[in-house]
């Protein structure tokens, strides 16, 4: 039977070296990823609440937005399955080139993988800055989330790679950081892009992602692999030189002669896809579908996507619609910071729990605040700035909450569990899946809240209750365990220990303990 509180794993190898810049530096540019996603998730929301945006790509939104008709459900007035296709086309590329980038990076590597994410994001930022009509949109989107799909593949796996293990739970939090950074600089550029006369402030928010595109491409030009992705590629001298580097110190053989084990270990597969349906794998097949799964149905993208829309429709004028959007993108941005002090000191666990726990309380008093003021019929008669005010700050703290747990917890944890030989094809399996549930939420988000009203927002909080109850029963604690020593933490867990048996912990120690890795070593 499961046990309930997992007992923190033993101590693992002490690695000598320290924090250098030259890690930090490598980790903050390969984070800057992370823009892309972030920016984008910012900005389509706020473009999709831009009438003069309304008025050319969907007049039909628009008329029914300005409609004075009292028969015209508040809840229903964004209600379109072709504007929620703009902004969930999107993750169904993403899905499709997270699967390519698999092959793509155990080929060529992390690096390369980031650096294609970087041009795809360029030319879809392009075309949708500058396009004249709905299929320009789709196509630019399309492009968009190509390069995503590539970027959020690629990025927590090089972040985790390429971070000392002490240190792993922060540096990889960059990658969130840079995520919640880029939805408040797209929410503040929404905020002053709308403002411009002419009403044409939306193709600047929309073509303004060459930015971020070109940080990563040119960030990626001055970056080196992985350690363990050289390793894989066969190149160990290289990889020895990096380790020198970025860990600050010359001896690191002991760190290399384990990589260089778990390359060997991993020998054995020969297709990462069909491995993973092995019985040992298990465990991390679960957590790659369960997390990501789990992440979306936070309901959190309804807020990230459509902040401004929501709160136009909760009777917030256009600009304090923007507003307010940027006002939880900033709380977002902050309460990142937090979970990178934070995660390795009181491990992924206790973030996981906290925030979930935070998370449905708001969402509880969100859902009774709504329900009081709007009923079934969505009319309210208006909101006082005091009442408008409330329902921010708990919006806010539902938002703080996600920040500091399953944002970017939901990125860490599946980066760092998986093992060397189908890390690449089981990080795809969990970005395609954060995306195939990223399209979903984003399709019939607006449909969700004509039909469901307020309580679209119990709704998400059932899946915060139930996600709390399966971290506590099944996930272990990884702080301060070094990846390639990850897979034992499954075959010590009272639960997945029955997959991982034995014999499989007896050949991941023998592989960590044997010479063989330092007999390779140059």
């Not at 992390?110 to 949708?128: D, H, W």
């Not at 066969?234 to 580097?245: F, M, N, S, T």
């Not at 004028?317 to 995660?343: E, P």
Request: charged share 15%.
């Amino acid at each position: 039977m499961a046990g309930g509180i997992m007992a923190a794993p033993e101590k693992g190898k002490d690695y000598p070296g320290k924090f250098t810049w030259k890690v930090f530096y490598t980790c903050f540019i390969a984070a800057s990823g992370g823009l892309i996603f972030g920016y984008d998730l910012g900005i389509s929301g706020g473009v999709t609440s831009m009438d003069s945006f309304l008025s050319k790509f969907f007049p039909a939104v628009y008329q029914k937005q300005i409609s004075t008709d009292p028969s015209n459900n508040q809840y229903c007035k964004f209600d379109s399955q072709t504007l929620t296709l703009f902004t969930s086309s999107l993750y169904l590329a993403a899905l499709f080139s997270s699967l390519v980038a698999a092959s793509v990076s155990r080929t060529f590597g992390r690096r390369i993988t980031m650096l294609m994410g970087g041009f795809l994001f360029l030319a879809g930022a392009l075309l949708n800055g500058f396009a004249e009509a709905i299929w320009m949109l789709i196509v630019g989107r399309l492009l968009l989330g190509f390069g995503i799909g590539c970027a959020n593949q690629s990025v927590p796996i090089y972040l985790s790679e390429m971070a000392p293990y002490k240190y792993r739970g922060s540096l990889n939090n960059l990658f969130q950081l840079m995520i919640t950074l880029g939805i408040l600089i797209a929410n503040v550029l929404n905020y002053g892009f709308a403002m411009i006369p002419g009403g044409w402030g939306w193709r600047l928010s929309l073509g303004g992602a060459v930015v971020p595109a070109l940080i990563i491409i040119i960030g990626s030009f001055t970056l080196t692999d992985t350690p363990s992705s050289l390793i894989e590629r066969d190149r160990l001298d290289e990889a020895k030189e990096l380790l020198k580097k970025v860990r600050g110190v010359d001896n690191v053989d002991a760190e290399l002669a384990d990589l260089v084990a778990a390359r060997e270990a991993s020998k054995g597969v020969s297709n990462q896809w069909r491995a993973l349906f092995q019985r040992k794998y298990r465990p991390q097949l679960t957590m790659a579908i369960a997390i990501p799964f789990f992440q979306q149905l936070t309901g959190i993208n309804v807020i990230t996507f459509y902040a401004p829309v929501l709160f136009k429709t909760l009777g917030f004028g256009n600009s304090a619609s923007l507003m307010s959007a940027m006002i939880t993108g900033g709380v977002n941005c902050v309460s990142t910071i937090a979970a990178i002090l934070l995660v390795d000191r009181f491990g992924r666990r206790v973030l996981f729990l906290e925030g979930g726990t935070q998370m449905l309380l708001s969402q509880i008093v969100v859902t009774v605040m709504i329900a009081y003021k709007f009923g079934i019929d969505g009319n309210s008669g208006g909101l006082s700035k005091e009442y408008a005010g409330a329902v921010v700050l708990f919006i806010c703290t539902y938002v703080a909450g996600f920040a500091w747990s399953w944002g970017p917890l939901g990125w860490l944890v599946p980066s760092e569990i998986f093992s060397l030989e189908v890390r690449s094809a089981l990080q795809s399996v969990n970005v395609s899946v954060n995306m195939i549930f990223t399209f979903l939420v984003a399709q019939i988000f607006t449909l969700m809240l004509c039909h469901m009203k307020f309580g679209m927002f119990i709704f998400f909080a059932f899946f915060v209750f139930v996600m709390s109850i399966f971290i506590y029963k099944f996930l272990p604690e990884t702080k301060g365990v070094p990846i390639e020593e990850m897979a034992l933490v499954w075959q010590k867990h009272p639960f997945w220990g029955k997959y991982v048996n034995d014999d499989d912990g007896d050949e991941i120690k023998e592989c960590l303990n044997s010479k063989k890795g330092s007999d390779m070593i140059v």
